[in-house]
Structures are given as C-alpha cells and as structure tokens.
C-alpha cells in the first residue's frame, strides 16, 4: 500500500475514533517509559547528563522498536504490516481529540455555563480558570487549539510523510519527553533541558511550515487570509516559545482577533505579549472557527507535504 493512503487513512481513524481511553496508546507508554527512568537516571548521573540520556534512552527506543514493530508485522504479511502502520500513525495524530476538547467548552459557553466551561477549558490549558469571563476562556480555547494544531496534527503529520510510522512516532517521543520534563522549575530546569531544547529543534520546521499555510487555509475557509500573513509576519515571535507564536499569530490574524495577555498560573500573574490586533473581542463564535481552520490547515499541510514529496522524486530522478 502506498505510504500516503496509510497516512490518508490515519487520517481517518483519527477523525472517526479520536483517542479512546481503552485503545493501547504509544505515547502514554512512552510517558511512563521517561517517569520510570527518571528516577534512576537522577541516582547515577548529574541532572543534565541525566536528562540527555533520558532523551537518547525514550527516543532512541521508541524509533528502535517502532521499526523492530513495523517490520516484523510486514515479514508476517504485507496487510498486516500497513495495519499496523497505519494504526501507529493514528496514535500520532489528535485532530478529533483537539476539536472535542475545544467543542466541550464551547458548548456550555454558548449557553452562558461559565462554571462548566471553565472546568473542561482546564483540561485544555495550564493556567488558572477560575475567574475566567466568556472572552478569558474563548482566548483559552483558541489558543490552545492554534498552538496544539502542530504538536498534535500537523507536525506528526509532516514527520509521517517523510519517514511514515517510525517518523511519528519519533517526533511523539520528542514532543512527549518536553511535555514530562520540559518545565522551567527548580525540579526540571536541568533535567528537562535537553527534552525542551531538543522539542524546540524538532518543531523548528514544522511550526513555520503549518503557519505559512494558515493564510490559505483561512481564504479557504472563508476567513482573512491577508490578516493572516500579516500579523503571522509582525507577531510570530510575541511568544515564550521560538515555535508556539508562529501559528498562533498567523491564525489571530485570519480571526481578527489579538491573543496573548495576562494569565494567572497557581495565583501568579503572567503576561504575554499581544499577538493581532485589538479587533473584535474573543467570543464563544470563534471556538469553531479555530477548530475549522486548524482542520483546513492540516488538509493543506498533507498537500504540501506530498507535492514536495514528489517534487523530490522528480527533481532526484
């Protein structure tokens, strides 16, 4: 089976299922693989050797054993070998589980339910929710789906494309290791800092790739395109992250809104940089609009990816 109907059909796995807690997931076990390694690698070792070989041991087993998976599935028959692949690269992918996350506190926020809505936008976000007003959350949400489109979509995606299940699941590994260790506290200011150094190299491409489609996916959806590439050109780096401002700022531009503000995180103040300009005020309307583009921009990351693909065949004879 050619590699991009197994992608094609992750796709569609993803769309259909979304991530059902009883499935067996990759990623979860390569949370617990870090967590149990931590410890150990901590007793042996200074904290940011620690760390680096913490990264080399989950990355470098993960893609060992994906391949070691893969193969072996196709030795015993070709079918099962793009099964198995292709339900790798469905476990790479949270296109549905973004949007439902995103549709859960949309749904109480129409109907004027502050108290719900904050409760689910919680699972979305890290900062404090309590006192959020209707514009607080839709910020919340927005931005959440805009940052998550790449970690979650399109950049396993993109990684897909190019080296199909091992590739995800490589960039998963990665994206994984920062979201366990990456945190700028006293516990993991050391240990953590190769999984975010190595998180920020990783997404270097793939964040720059999804934001410079937003503005066609946003004339594509109706949406501001021009917006889009404006503020994504003046705004993209108003973020801590050198990744996470690139496609938030493209897709306030294609909203007409501005993200970024203060938050709160366990009672302190924290203010971000402003990304977009001070349009119309975030509402609970713009929720789906963020889901529709995010779904708009991945369709146009898969046919980028396969136009380069085969422009690179051509071009290498």
């Given amino acids: 089976m050619p590699f991009y109907l197994q992608i094609l059909i992750a796709l569609g796995l993803d769309q259909l299922l979304g991530d059902p807690r009883w499935l067996p997931h990759p990623v979860r076990g390569m949370g617990k693989l870090a967590l149990w390694l931590e410890n150990p690698l901590r007793a042996r070792l200074p904290e940011r050797r620690a760390g680096i070989a913490a990264v080399v041991l989950v990355v470098g087993m993960t893609v060992v054993v994906t391949v070691a998976i893969c193969s072996a599935a196709s030795r015993l028959h070709p079918l099962f070998g793009n099964a198995v692949a292709i339900w790798l690269i469905y476990t790479a992918l949270a296109m549905r589980d973004l949007r439902d996350h995103a549709l859960a506190v949309y749904r109480p926020l129409t109907k004027g339910d502050l108290v719900t809505a904050r409760s689910r936008a919680r699972m979305l976000v890290g900062r404090d929710t309590e006192n959020l007003n209707e514009a607080g959350i839709s910020r919340a949400t927005v931005e959440s789906v805009a940052e998550n489109s790449v970690d979650g979509v399109t950049a396993p995606l993109l990684f897909s494309l190019f080296a199909g299940a091992p590739g995800a699941l490589f960039y998963k590994a990665v994206n994984t290791l920062d979201s366990t260790f ?136």
């Fill in 182 to 317: 990456g945190y700028k506290n006293e516990h993991y200011l050391q240990f953590g800092w190769a999984a975010a150094r190595l998180d920020d190299v990783v997404n270097f491409l793939p964040a720059r790739i999804s934001a410079l489609l937003v503005p066609l996916a946003a004339v594509c959806t109706g949406l501001d395109g021009r917006q889009s590439w404006r503020i994504f050109r003046r705004d993209r780096n108003n973020h801590p992250s050198p990744n996470g401002g690139q496609i938030e700022a493209a897709m306030a531009g294609a909203l007409q809104v501005r993200l970024g503000g203060e938050n709160s995180y366990f009672g302190k103040k924290s203010f971000r940089p402003y990304m977009g300009d001070a349009g119309e005020t975030l509402q609970a309307k713009h929720i789906p609009l963020v889901i529709r583009l995010m779904q708009a921009t991945t369709l146009c990351a898969l046919v980028a990816g396969l136009l380069m693909i085969c422009l690179w065949r051509i071009w290498g004879g």
